[in-house]
């Protein structure tokens, strides 16, 4: 490499170094956006996902020792999984991408079932039970 002498030579080289970090920073930016279109949430993510999920269905029945609860929730919960996959495109709550995990929190916070379940569930609780 030929050392600059002159200010022109000076210039040119910056000129020159200027452009390259350019072009490496462009290459890196593409390369940072495909990791970040493809790295899934980490198990403290997913683990918080499961939290708001429990929270929002007992909610939904009405609280954990209603008889919604006892007799609706794993129904329910099939429901909101199902329904947060498809939302979402993916497999499993745990295909999440990093760049959804708030719109994912978002979803499960104010998911609501659909009309029939609602219903389902106030006519459980409504019952009285004859315990003999």
């Known amino acids: 490499m030929k050392i600059p002498k002159t200010d022109r030579e000076i210039l040119l080289l910056s000129v020159k170094v200027q452009e390259e970090t350019a ?8 390369k940072v956006n495909g990791l970040e279109n493809t790295l899934t949430i ?6 918080k996902l499961q939290s708001i999920c429990k929270s929002r269905i007992i909610s939904l029945l009405g609280g954990k020792d209603t008889p919604a609860y006892k007799e609706l929730s794993k129904q329910l919960f099939s429901f909101i999984w199902r329904d947060f996959k498809q ?3 993916i497999s499993s709550y745990r295909d999440c991408l990093i760049t959804d995990f708030e719109n994912a929190v978002n979803y499960l916070t104010t998911w609501t079932s659909d009309n029939n379940m609602k219903l389902k569930i106030d006519l459980v609780n409504s019952q009285t039970r004859l315990e003999i």
């Open 23 to 30: 072009q490496r920073v462009d290459k890196l930016e593409v």
């Open 42 to 47: 980490d198990h403290g993510q997913q683990l």
């Open 87 to 89: 939302y979402f495109n």
